[in-house]
């Protein structure tokens, strides 16, 4: 079991940049791919960014590329989502996922646990 708790949301404008923050405890997310995804009202929950245990390899969906950078520091069990350059369209709840064993999938349906999800708002 693994618990994650993301941090770091708010309210920010066209822009603006905010950094999220997920945090694991329990079992050791130091050998996991780690990925983060958003969910808007009413649309479905979609891949953002993930990350390779090593943090060598990292893969962003084609609407945050240049402006997002996904990273993790495994000594301190927690990865990271720098958001740049942010737009209304990037208003969602997101959520840090961890899969339970190796995956290369940017599917929710891979991961297997979920944080509690941070609300980013981003106005016009």
């Known amino acids: 079991q693994v618990q994650l708790v993301e941090s770091g949301g708010g309210l920010v404008q066209a822009g603006g940049s905010l950094r999220l923050s997920c945090a694991a405890s329990g079992r050791t997310i130091s050998s996991y791919t780690m990925g983060w995804f958003r969910q808007a009202p009413g649309k479905e929950r979609e891949f953002v960014a993930r990350?390779?245990?090593?943090?060598?390899?990292?893969y962003y969906a084609d609407s945050v590329k240049g402006r997002f950078t996904i990273s993790r520091d495994n000594a301190k069990s927690t990865v990271y989502l720098q958001m740049n350059s942010l737009k209304p369209e990037d208003t969602a709840v997101y959520y840090c996922a961890a899969p339970s064993g190796f995956t290369t999938s940017t599917s929710p349906y891979a991961y297997d646990y979920w944080g509690q999800g941070t609300q980013v708002t981003v106005s016009s």
């Open positions: 990350i390779t245990w090593s943090g060598i390899r990292t």
